[in-house]
């Protein structure tokens, strides 16, 4: 069965720094792997996704996101960190998501 | 606005009663989802549709569930003898197979 997890609850960072959010998945076959973003008040959106080739993914705002097979790992990064990157983040695998993490940024 | 939209948006009900919510994809997207999200958790999937076919359905998904796309465009989601335990967020999201979903502003759901 396919199940997602995500390391950290709650994140707290100051401006400027770096991120780095896990998320591993568990499932055997081909993956689609998404992170996505909602922002207080918001819909979940996209951040970005990988479906296969390059397995460093770029996606908006910044974000980057690597696929490391070895490891079931996706974990999302960001070099510096914005107060506007606060919001909650998902990992997902096709359809399962995981619990999510926290970000607050403090300015 | 030609994103996804659910009604109604807040649903207030006494323990016992049915709901029905509402969701209307973006339009060229022929799979919709629905997922329920409570305080501090992720989506949880429910069951999605590929045109009008229920294709999965989680295990989790009690009988008093029951979804329906009749003609592949909306979809609604049906919650019959509604429990406290059933107040959450409903989400519903579309896309194209194999894309990133569209998702819905939700349906806060509360059972009294």
């Known amino acids: 069965a396919q199940s997602v997890s995500q390391h950290n609850h709650h994140v707290i960072l100051s401006e400027a720094a770096s991120l780095e959010l896990g998320c591993n998945y568990s499932?055997?076959?081909?993956?689609?792997l998404f992170w996505y973003v909602q922002y207080p008040g918001q819909h979940l959106q996209l951040l970005l996704k990988?479906?296969?080739?390059?397995?460093l993914v770029k996606g908006i705002k910044g974000f980057e996101a690597e696929f490391i097979k070895s490891k079931f790992s996706f974990n999302l990064r960001k070099p510096s960190v914005q107060w506007s990157d606060t919001a909650e983040y998902f990992c997902?695998?096709?359809?399962?998501f995981g619990a999510g993490t926290r970000l607050t940024v403090k300015p | 606005d030609t994103g996804v939209s659910q009604d109604p948006r807040h649903k207030i009900t006494k323990r016992g009663q049915n709901v029905t919510f509402r969701c209307d994809p973006i339009?060229?997207?022929?799979?919709l989802y629905w997922y329920r999200q409570t305080l501090g958790q992720g989506p949880e999937f429910l069951t999605y549709?590929?045109?009008?076919?229920?294709?999965?359905k989680s295990r989790l998904l009690s009988d008093r569930f029951s979804a329906e796309r009749p003609k592949g465009s909306f979809s609604t989601l049906e919650i019959q003898r509604t429990e406290q335990g059933d107040s959450a967020m409903y989400l519903c999201?579309?896309?194209?197979?194999?894309?990133?979903?569209?998702f819905g502003p939700g349906t806060r759901l509360t059972v009294l």
């Open positions: 990988y479906f296969s080739g390059d397995p």
């Open positions: 999201a579309s896309s194209l197979p194999g894309n990133e979903q569209f």
């Open positions: 997902a695998l096709d359809m399962r």
């Open positions: 499932y055997g076959g081909t993956v689609n």
């Open positions: 549709f590929q045109n009008e076919a229920q294709l999965e």
């Open positions: 339009s060229e997207h022929n799979r």
